[in-house]
Structures are given as structure tokens and as C-alpha cells.
């Protein structure tokens, strides 16, 4: 018989065996583990530098290090967390892994300009990372880069930005990439709104990445000229603005939240379905409000700025804008919770995490319309509600929804299953630890704790006390969550584990090298559960 | 693993990635836009100090550098192939009179002092720093563009000759050749901007 014997793409079949099999591997689910494993070092890290702030705050006064150490920390965790795990985040990882998969495809349109980005990325992140080493100590601009202090300080800020600059060159060929992979390698029969609802949101993102990360890019080369040559663009003694820093700067750094939360949401409306078994609740508007988001997304920046220096008009338009683009997330969680209605609900942990990522996504979502709003956001700009605002967003949005992602697509990833107990253990830490972290931080931010400080008055102890409890409990959380994910193999995992309906499941766990032994043939929606 | 050639779906990505570049310099062009509106006429009286001869000069070579790259493409589908190599270097011949135009145009402002953070420039009206900042960054830019096209350009001539770029197989070319138009649409923005509008 001549039958092929099809590898899993974790068996080493090529010329060469161990790391470099994978270091030069083309194939896009290897790619997205490789993304992964790295990822996870920088989120642990960033991980720890945040515990070591919630460590110095836990008594007013100077506990442990100084000032000008705790500029640091919180400007290299922004760098970290933002710029190497959250804005490559769900996209690159399960949008490399399953995004084929998905669409029927065999892998995505430019495999070696895929492997290529991720050189790009651990460059870029090498470099940003660089700062702490070299140079005049490590930066304390905060992620922002803000003119013009950024052209001021004596602190390595040039590897800081050009680190960014690089991160964001690889996070636009992703977005080129997975937008011509969605154009042109769709599987026969699937029209798009034939398509799961992964690749939606990721098509809506990539489109935010290729049209918003250059801007960026430049204002970044921009400050790195100011710095070495007195270029002048934004600084006020040589005739420079440095509110048009801050205008170039949320240009894409708005348009970024979204690059970072519309993956998030795409995986949380995969999941949604499988574990109520339910068809999802209106498709097409799920699918159009990410291009929505994607679009209004790119008006609202200037609500970073309200306290800054604009006219009344711009603010107040802005201010409009930020709430309609409130719709469209609004209309996606309201579909989520409307599938769940009557449909045969399986608790599992990847439905835990989905849930707890519509909670903490609702918590930050509603907190946002309040800064979005001009009057409420002059009483809390820069204060620790906005700190607890974009943790519930992208940690307790963004991060769940990864945790989500990880359980849900763990089984095919590795061919293998973990122990649910464990998991649902990890998640009432994590839960638990999270909430009481941020939560009281909304609390003593109304009453006027700055952002960005390592001091504080006596009123606001038992709030950071709270906090930093909170964030020890979220640490043990990872931890239970990475040992049982990661330490030991367990049982094999069937093909189909949770009776999803998406082609990822039609195929073996692990999947053959090629996903597809013959490539499917689309006749129908993808969700259809009796 | 099987690979099929797909060039609608590589043209579709070279202009999306194009239209990356026209937003990079599109935050350039923002900036202009903005200094100029506050410093009229500061710009006004800044742009007298270029030199609008060299600046001719050098659009008419990026044209015809244009042309003869669509020349080399046209040339390549029809299968002739030392056609197709010579317009490419022509092309490449054009380049570098354009760097060398570019080299004596820097040269000389750099001579009388005439950069950014120079003692002279730093003492200037804020209108003159800001249009000669914006000057050296923006033709800076373009300059660096030019050098990575014209290496794509040469990779791609080699590839006619050893004949893996061919009649059957010229996608490479057809983005090289759109890289390159990007090279040329940039300069046609910048030489009014900065030369022409005095
Ligand atoms: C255990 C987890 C974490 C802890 C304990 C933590 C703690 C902190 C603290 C204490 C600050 C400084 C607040 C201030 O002084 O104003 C901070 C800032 C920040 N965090 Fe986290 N964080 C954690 C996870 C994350 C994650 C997962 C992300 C994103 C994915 C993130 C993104 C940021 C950003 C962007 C800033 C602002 C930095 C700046 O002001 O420039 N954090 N975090
Ligand atoms: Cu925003």
C-alpha cells in the first residue's frame, strides 16, 4: 500500500535534530510554540519586577530600594509586558499555531518570512532588554517614551525604543503575513463568513498592526535622532512639540490595546460555543464588530490626553468617539453571554478561564468608559485607577483570555492532557489573587494615589497592603498553573477532546506535520451544534 | 513540504507592505505639516538655502530609474533576458548619480556647518532648526530606501542572469520593480516639499 506514514510536527524528521530543528523550522505551529516558550520567560520576568514594586509599596517610606530604582523597574515591566508579551500575545502564539488549522490551510502564506519575524522579535527584545545593562543605567521614561524627558535623561533610553522599533517591524510582517494567509489560503468552500471566528478577529488585527505599528515606528527613529543629534522635533528649546509626541505616540499605541485584546476576544468566542454546545449567538455581528473595533479604534487616541494641552472640541469629540467604540465590544460580550443561554454547559478549565475573562473584561470595559468621559478622567488621570484599569484590561482581559487559550488548544498542541483538578485550582488562585490586587487599587486611586510613585501617604496603606497580598496570591496561581501545565506528561488527549466543531479538531492530536492529509472542503457555518 | 507558488498572494503582501512605508513617512510628512503651519515663513525663507538644480537633477534620474525598472520587467516577460539585465543596471546607474548628487548636496551643507545639533544650527531661529532637521532626516530616510532598493535590485539582476528570474517566474522582479516605483513616489513628495515650495 502505498500510504504516507505522517509524522507529528514534534517528532525531528529533517536534517537537523534538537533546538536547531526548531530554530530553523518554517512550520507555523512550531513557530508558535517558539513564540510561546519565550514569551513565557518575558511574562515571568515582567512577572517578578511587578511583584518587586508591589514588595517596595507594601509600607510608605522607602522599604527595600530607592526612587530612582523603582522608575526603572515599572518602566522595563511596561516594556516587557506591553511590547514582548501582550502586543505580540494571542496573535502570535495561537494565531501561528492555530490560525492554518483553522482555515484549512497548510501552513501560512510566507513560512520563512514567519520564522524571520520571530528572529525579529527575540532581536528586539534582546535589544530593549539591553538597557538595563549598557549605558547610563536603565531608563525611567515609563513604556510611554514621553518628549521631552525621553530627551532629556541621562538613562539608556535609545536601546529601550529601539528595541520597540524592531519589536514592531516583526509584529507587522505577522500582520502582512496572516492577512495575505487569510486572503489567499482559505480552504476550498470557505467564503468569509463561512470562516471561524479566530481568524476573523485576527484578519481585523493584522489590518491594525500593518496600518498602525509604523507610525510608531518612526516617531520612535524620531526620538532616537533627537537624542543623538539635538534633531529638535519635540523638543520645546529647539522650537519642538512635545504634545505631538504624545499625538504620534497614542496614534498606535491606542489602535495597540486593540491589537492586543481583539485576539483575546476571538479565542474567548471559539471557546464559548464548544463548551455550551450551542451554535454562537449572532455570528456576523461578532465577526463585524471586530472590524468595527478595528476602525473606530484608530479615532479615539487623543483620550490618553485629556489633561494635556487640546481644544474643547477635540476633546469632547474624542470623548464621543471612545464610547461608540465601547459598542462594539459591548455587542460581542452580550453574544457570549447569549450562547451560553440554554446550551448544555461542560465547566472545564478553559471555560473557567473564559468566564473569568468576560468578568475581569467587564470590570476594566466599564472602569475605561470612566476615563473615557472627560470630566470623571480629570480626577483620576495618572492616578492608580488607571493602573487597575489597564491590568484588568490586559491582564485580566488579555492574559486570561491567553490562559484560556493555553488550556483549550494545550490537548492538540502536545497530544497530551493535564490535570483538570490542578487547573481549576490555579484558576481560583489567579482569580482570587488578581482581584485583590487590582481592586483595591481603583479604590485608593479615586482617593488620589498617583500612578508611577514609590511613596505614598499613610491613607493609602491598607489598599497596597491588600494589593501586594493579592499579588503573592496571583504569583502561587502561575505558579500551580505552569507546573501542571508543563512539569509532567500526562494521559494521552483524543483527537477531539472537548467535541469542538472547528477543523483544528478533525485532525490528529499533535497534527501531522502537514495539519491536513487532504485539505477540507467547507459546505457549511463553522459552529454547527444541534 | 510542498510549496505552491502563489504570486497573487506575494504581489498582495508587497503592497501591503508598501503601504507600511508610505505610513512611516506619512508620520514624516505629519510633522512637516505641523512645523510648517506654526513656522511659515521661517520654512519659507529655510528652503532658499537647498539647492533646486541638484534637486531637478535628481527627480529626473529617479524617473528615468523608474521607467527603466517597468522596461526591465516588460523586457523579462518577454524572455529577453540581456534586456532585461541591462535596464536593471541602468537603473542601478541611477542610483548612484543620485547618491553622488546627494553626497555633494550633504557635503557642502555640512561643510559650512549647516547640521543638526552644529553650534551654528543649534543658534538659529527655531523655524530654520526644525526645516533642516527636517530636511536631513527625510532625505535621510529616503536615502537609506534607496540603498535597500537598489541591493534588492542587484540581487534581482543576478537572478536574471543565472536565469532563476524568468519569463514563467518574475514575481520577485514585479516587487522589486514596486519597491523601487515606492522609492521614486517618496522622492517625487520630498523635492517640493523641501526644494520647491520657497
Ligand atoms: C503579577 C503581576 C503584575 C504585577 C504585580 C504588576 C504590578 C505593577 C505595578 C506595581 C506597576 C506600577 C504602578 C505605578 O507605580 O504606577 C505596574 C505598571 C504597569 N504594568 Fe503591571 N503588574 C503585573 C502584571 C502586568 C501585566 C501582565 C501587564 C501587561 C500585560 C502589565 C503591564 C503594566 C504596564 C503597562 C504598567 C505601566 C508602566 C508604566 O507606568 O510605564 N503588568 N504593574
Ligand atoms: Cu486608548
Not at chain 1, 488585527?205 to 526620538?223: D, K, R, Y
Not at chain 1, 446550551?343 to 472602569?367: D, Y
Not at chain 2, 540603498?147 to 517566474?169: C, D
Not at chain 2, 522609492?183 to 520630498?190: A, E, K, N, S
Request: one cysteine or more.
Amino acid at each position: 500500500m502505498a500510504e504516507t506514514i505522517t509524522h507529528s510536527y514534534l517528532e525531528n524528521t529533517g536534517r537537523y535534530k534538537g533546538i536547531l530543528a526548531w530554530l530553523t523550522s518554517t512550520d507555523h505551529k512550531r513557530i508558535g510554540l517558539m513564540y510561546m516558550y519565550a514569551m513565557m520567560v518575558f511574562f515571568i520576568v515582567g512577572v517578578l519586577l511587578g511583584e518587586l514594586m508591589r514588595l517596595e509599596l507594601f509600607r510608605p517610606g522607602q522599604q527595600f530600594y530607592s526612587a530612582q530604582t523603582y522608575n526603572g523597574i515599572f518602566t522595563i515591566h511596561g516594556i516587557i509586558m506591553i511590547f514582548t508579551v501582550v502586543i505580540p500575545g494571542l496573535a502570535a502564539v495561537f494565531g501561528n499555531f492555530c490560525m492554518p488549522l483553522l482555515i484549512g490551510a497548510r501552513d501560512v502564506a510566507f513560512p520563512r518570512l514567519n520564522l524571520f519575524s520571530w528572529y525579529l522579535y527575540i532581536l528586539g527584545a534582546a535589544i530593549a532588554l539591553s538597557s538595563q545593562f549598557l549605558g547610563n543605567g536603565p531608563p525611567d521614561t515609563g513604556w510611554t517614551f514621553y518628549a521631552p524627558y525621553s530627551i532629556q535623561t541621562h538613562t539608556n533610553v535609545v536601546a529601550a525604543v529601539f528595541g520597540a522599533f524592531v519589536l514592531g517591524f516583526s509584529s507587522i510582517l505577522t500582520g502582512l503575513n496572516f492577512i495575505v494567509t487569510i486572503h489567499r489560503l482559505r480552504a476550498a468552500g470557505m467564503t468569509f463568513f463561512r470562516m471561524p471566528l479566530f481568524p476573523w478577529s485576527l484578519y481585523a488585527t493584522a489590518w491594525i498592526q500593518v496600518l498602525a505599528t509604523p507610525i510608531v515606528g518612526i516617531t520612535l527613529l524620531m526620538v532616537i535622532a533627537e537624542r543623538w543629534l539635538r534633531i529638535g522635533f519635540f523638543d520645546p528649546s529647539l522650537g519642538g512639540d512635545p504634545i505631538l509626541y504624545q499625538h504620534l505616540f497614542w496614534i498606535y499605541s491606542h489602535p495597540a490595546v486593540y491589537i492586543m485584546i481583539l485576539p483575546a476576544m476571538g479565542v474567548i468566542t471559539e471557546i464559548i460555543p464548544t463548551f455550551a454546545q450551542r451554535r454562537v449567538f449572532g455570528y456576523k455581528a461578532i465577526a463585524l464588530s471586530s472590524l468595527a473595533i478595528a476602525l473606530v479604534g484608530y479615532f479615539v487616541w487623543a483620550h490618553h490626553m485629556y489633561t494635556s494641552g487640546m481644544s474643547i472640541t477635540a476633546r469632547w469629540v474624542f470623548s464621543l468617539l471612545t464610547f461608540l467604540v465601547a459598542v462594539p465590544s459591548a455587542i460581542k460580550v452580550f453574544n457570549w453571554v447569549t450562547t451560553m443561554y440554554k446550551g448544555s454547559i461542560s465547566v472545564k478549565p478553559p471555560f473557567l478561564f473564559a468566564l473569568g475573562f468576560i468578568f475581569l473584561f467587564m470590570i476594566g470595559g466599564l472602569t475605561g468608559l470612566s476615563l473615557g468621559s472627560l470630566a470623571t478622567d480629570i480626577h483620576v488621570h495618572d492616578t492608580s485607577y488607571v493602573v487597575a484599569h489597564f491590568h484588568y484590561i490586559i491582564f485580566g482581559g488579555v492574559g486570561f483570555a491567553f490562559f484560556a487559550a493555553l488550556h483549550y488548544w494545550y490537548p492538540k498542541m502536545y497530544g497530551r492532557m493535564y490535570n483538570f483538578r490542578r487547573a481549576n485550582i490555579a484558576f481560583g488562585f489567579l482569580f482570587v489573587g488578581f482581584n485583590l490586587l487590582y481592586f483595591p487599587q481603583f479604590v485608593i486611586g479615586i482617593m488620589g494615589m498617583p500612578r508611577r510613585y514609590f511613596d505614598y501617604l499613610p491613607q493609602f496603606t491598607l489598599g497596597h497592603q491588600l494589593s501586594t497580598i493579592g499579588g503573592f496570591i496571583l504569583l502561587i496561581g502561575i505558579i500551580i498553573m505552569l507546573v501542571n501545565l508543563f512539569s509532567k506528561k500526562g494521559v494521552k488527549a483524543p483527537d477531539n477532546p472537548w467535541g469542538g466543531k472547528t477543523l483544528e479538531w478533525t485532525i490528529p492530536s499533535p497534527p501531522p506535520v502537514e495539519n491536513f492529509d487532504e485539505l477540507p472542503v467547507i459546505t457549511g457555518e463553522p459552529y454547527y451544534f444541534e | 513540504m510542498e510549496m505552491n507558488r502563489d504570486d497573487e498572494g506575494a504581489k498582495l503582501g508587497m503592497w501591503i507592505f508598501i503601504f507600511t512605508e508610505i505610513l512611516l513617512f506619512g508620520g514624516l510628512f505629519l510633522v512637516y505639516a505641523v512645523m510648517r503651519n506654526r513656522y511659515s515663513d521661517e520654512f519659507h525663507q529655510a528652503a532658499h538655502q537647498l539647492n533646486a538644480f541638484i534637486g531637478t537633477v535628481n527627480t529626473v534620474v529617479l524617473l528615468l530609474s523608474s521607467a527603466t525598472v517597468a522596461m526591465s520587467i516588460t523586457a523579462v516577460r518577454k524572455g529577453e533576458k540581456r534586456k532585461g539585465v541591462l535596464f536593471i543596471l541602468i537603473t542601478l546607474l541611477c542610483a548612484g548619480v543620485f547618491l553622488i548628487n546627494k553626497y555633494f548636496e550633504w557635503g557642502h551643507k555640512l561643510s559650512i556647518g549647516l547640521y543638526p545639533g552644529s553650534e551654528m544650527m543649534v543658534g538659529l531661529k527655531h523655524g530654520y532648526i526644525l526645516f533642516f532637521s527636517l530636511y536631513f532626516f527625510m532625505t535621510g530616510l529616503h536615502v537609506l530606501h534607496l540603498i535597500a532598493g537598489s541591493i534588492i535590485l542587484t540581487i534581482i539582476m543576478v537572478r536574471i542572469q543565472i536565469g532563476s528570474i524568468n519569463a514563467g517566474n518574475n514575481v520577485l522582479l514585479e516587487n522589486g520593480g514596486l519597491y523601487w516605483h515606492l522609492v521614486d513616489l517618496i522622492w517625487i513628495f520630498l523635492f517640493p516639499l523641501l526644494y520647491l515650495i520657497t
